[in-house]
Antibody
Framework: EVQLVESGGGLVQPGRSLRLSCAAS????????MNWVRQAPGKGLEWVSY????????YYADSVRGRFTISRDNTKNSLYLQMNSLRAEDTAVYYC??????????????????WGQGTLVTVSS | QAVVTQEPSLTVSPGGTVTLTCGSS?????????PYWFQQKPGQAPRTLIY???NKHSWTPARFSGSLLGGKAALTLSGAQAEDEAEYYC??????????FGGGTKLTVL
């Protein structure tokens, strides 16, 4: 059974930092591209960031570029999101979600097949 | 950054048919935007229903289908059931693996 388990959320003051983790099991993590997606309370989904399988290619939403850093450790089957200079508008549930999986044949699986249950980040003084 | 638009809310009668749409501020939505559709119920993570415009997962009920319609991506529900009441989101790809979600459609089955 595939499981993605986020952790590291909590209450943090504006301007401070927080690091989220996503622990993956039941899948070959190193072959999946990965994403972070967030959802502010009562609001819609917002794509935050993407990382390639090797970690060499990174993309960010305009709203977090320069403040957030995505990374991964394939030896630990883990995905991370370092969040700096946090703002009230970063308050949200943060989900990790799989991207594409690339087969040896070169074909790929769909994106967003698997999601974690999310971790809540609250930015408030 | 592109803006993806969805109907804020729709209502469908039990057994009825409804179509949700997903538009892009940059122009017509095409298969090159690789549209996905998600269902989200309160307190739950999103679940993918449709990927890359028309494709269903093994867990996707047959009553859901995806298409392109009038320059938008579309999700059609035929034979609505009470359990289909949920929030539905689309997402479009811009420049590869950069994604933009729509604001969501709250679907009421009534």
């Amino acid at each position: 059974e595939v499981q993605l388990v986020e952790s590291g959320g909590g209450l943090v003051q504006p301007g401070r930092s927080l690091r989220l983790s996503c622990a993956a099991s039941g899948l070959t993590f190193s072959r999946y591209e990965m994403n972070w997606v967030r959802q502010a309370p009562g609001k819609g989904l917002e794509w935050v960031s993407y990382i390639s399988t090797s970690g060499s290619t990174l993309y960010y939403a305009d709203s977090v570029r320069g403040r957030f850093t995505i990374s991964r450790d394939n030896t630990k089957n883990s995905l991370y999101l370092q969040m700096n200079s946090l703002r009230a508008e970063d308050t949200a549930v943060y989900y990790c979600a799989t991207g594409a999986y690339y087969y040896d044949s070169g074909s790929s699986s769909p994106n967003f097949d698997y999601w974690g249950q999310g971790t809540l980040v609250t930015v408030s003084s | 950054q592109a803006v993806v638009t969805q109907e804020p809310s729709l209502t469908v009668s039990p057994g009825g048919t409804v179509t949700l749409t997903c538009g892009s501020s940059t122009g017509a939505v095409t298969s090159g935007h690789y549209p996905y559709w998600f269902q989200q119920k309160p307190g739950q993570a999103p679940r993918t229903l449709i990927y890359e415009t028309t494709n269903k997962h093994s867990w996707t009920p047959a009553r859901f289908s995806g298409s392109l319609l009038g320059g938008k991506a579309a999700l059609t529900l035929s034979g609505a059931q009470a359990e289909d009441e949920a929030e539905y989101y689309c997402v479009l790809s811009y420049s590869g693996v950069r994604w933009a979600f729509g604001g969501g459609t709250k679907l009421t089955v009534l």
